[in-house]
């Protein structure tokens, strides 16, 4: 589903305005070797939450760039419901942050790139948006596809190249 306004305008520059917030953080989780992914929420706007992915740096599966900007968010609110607010996130979120949004009740989801491995938003299925639960999210994708999608690329890359470097030096120094 896509937030349809009459402001078209105006709310893509918003769109536009905090994605480049939650870019600036999927460069920090690149700079500490996380899946470049970053976070923030917004109500009334206003950033009442962020996070990039911490998954490697807190040894914790659930340490998504998500779940950290909606954690630090329902502390600010000092409620679990996030009623009226809007995620943006660089990614689009995987089935455990997307069950999250439905369970905190994100009003509207904003994300740049789709995961058409495990994305949960309508890429590979829909569970912000599904009929059987007690909650949908508005949700638009897209917002600096381009740069999103080539900062994971580019960290993808690397890191498979840095593996396959690994291995050759493992060959070397076993013969």
């Known amino acids: 589903m896509v937030l349809d306004s009459d402001n078209r305008e105006d709310d893509e520059n918003t769109d536009q305005y905090f994605m480049e917030q939650a870019f600036k953080l999927a460069q920090q ?5 996380e899946i470049p992914v970053g976070a923030v929420v917004v109500y009334q706007g206003k950033i009442i939450g962020e996070g990039f992915n911490k998954s490697i ?13 909606i954690r630090q968010a329902g502390k600010y609110l000092n409620n679990y419901r996030l009623l009226d607010c809007t995620l943006y996130v660089t990614l689009e979120p995987c089935p455990m ?23 949960a938003a309508g890429s590979t299925f829909n569970l912000v948006c599904n009929e059987q639960l007690n909650h949908q999210v508005l949700v638009t994708g897209g917002i600096l596809k381009i740069q999103c ?10 890191r ?13 120094a076993n013969y």
């Open 149 to 158: 999608s080539q900062l994971l690329s580019t960290f993808f890359k690397r």
């Open 97 to 119: 942050c997307a069950g999250l949004l439905v369970h905190s009740r994100i009003k509207r989801l904003v994300y740049a790139s789709p995961d058409l491995k495990t994305g």
């Open 29 to 33: 989780a690149e700079q500490n070797n």
């Open 57 to 69: 740096m807190l040894n914790d599966p659930s340490a998504h760039a998500e779940m950290l900007a």
């Open 160 to 172: 498979r190249a840095e593996k396959k470097q690994q291995r050759k030096s493992i060959n070397i």
